[in-house]
């Protein structure tokens, strides 16, 4: 049996769960495949994954995508907008003639060219972990977009979300709780320093952001290991002039590692690393995206139902989270079976085959 993943090329979160899902996949028996482009492609070659060839022609949406981020916030720019739609456009008409009918089930994990494919793929599947834009963002931008959302779900008899039934209302989706990178717990070797971990996705976005925690982190120095997972689209040279004390971590597909040896972990809260924090029941402070729903609604719900996630508003508040973290007692993280839920997408491929 064959699977098919086309992945969104926004950062790395999509095509990280895609590809733990595609290892159970494959466990039951499937040869996997894969449509995407950088910085996805990256990532798939670390893992030795079979990328086809059609994948090196299409454009990367992560380029206009950090222009619209730019400065760490989302910013309405008509023309990044108007580019980026055009991007979508020129792969799908890359793909239009493309023979998904060779594959026995075609995951789309938020691949918005599907929207210009002119033709219905059957046997289709939609993994998102949104799946509506609230209606004060961008209004009334969002009505028209939403629209254009729910024509677009129906194209797949099966729609996933990415995180558990109670973050979402739509009934349509079903939820597949947080995907982890890795199978079971790790055990790492112990640090005698108090460590942290500083990481901001995939793109180059978060750099912005990671010049002013280290600054804010100054007076810890002496406290503290404090490491800097560099993603596929950020240089040791672009940062490298803030400290010279601070440790890089060059690009990994295994994030998780370094995560479990952390203490502490300031982060995004993109869904990928989020998923391995909360499997891994460590201390995360998350500064979102400033205007990026997905991100602050994900955090204020975990914030609500864990006691070691925090949402840093203001950088000003950083040293004070830091010493309450440091005076937990006892991690109250998610039930075990909020990273199983992912396992369940084999029945429901099973019932299209």
Known sequence: MKALFLVSSVGLGHVA??????????KKGFNIYWITSEPCISFLKLKDEKILDISYELKSLCDTAEILFRNYKFNFDI?????????????????????????????????????????????????????SIP??????????????????????????????????????FIPLGYIPNIDKKIKVPKSDE?????????????????????????????TMKIYIALGPRISREEISSINESIKFLDFTDKLYYYIAKSDLVITSGGYSTMSDILYLKKPAIVYPIKNHFEQINRIKFLEKVTNHVYFLKNFENIYEIINRIKRLKKIKGLENWCFEQYKRIYSYVIDLL
């Open 79 to 131: 023309t990044a907008l108007r580019k980026e739609f055009e991007t979508m456009k020129y792969n799908a008409k890359l793909l239009e003639d493309f023979d998904f009918e060779g594959y026995d089930v075609v995951f789309f994990d938020e691949f918005y060219e599907y929207f210009f494919i002119k033709r219905r793929i059957e046997n289709a599947i939609y993994i998102t972990d949104f799946v």
């Open 17 to 26: 769960r895609s590809y733990r899902i595609s290892t159970y996949l494959k």
């Open 135 to 172: 209606i004060g963002y961008l209004f009334p931008l969002s009505l028209i977009l939403n629209d254009y959302l729910k024509k677009f779900y129906k194209r797949f008899k099966y729609r996933f979300f990415a995180g558990l039934k109670d973050e979402i209302k739509n009934k349509d």
């Open 194 to 222: 108090y460590t942290v971990l500083i990481t901001f996705g995939g793109s180059n976005v978060g750099k912005y952001v990671i010049k002013k925690i280290v600054r804010f982190l100054k007076n810890f120095r002496e």
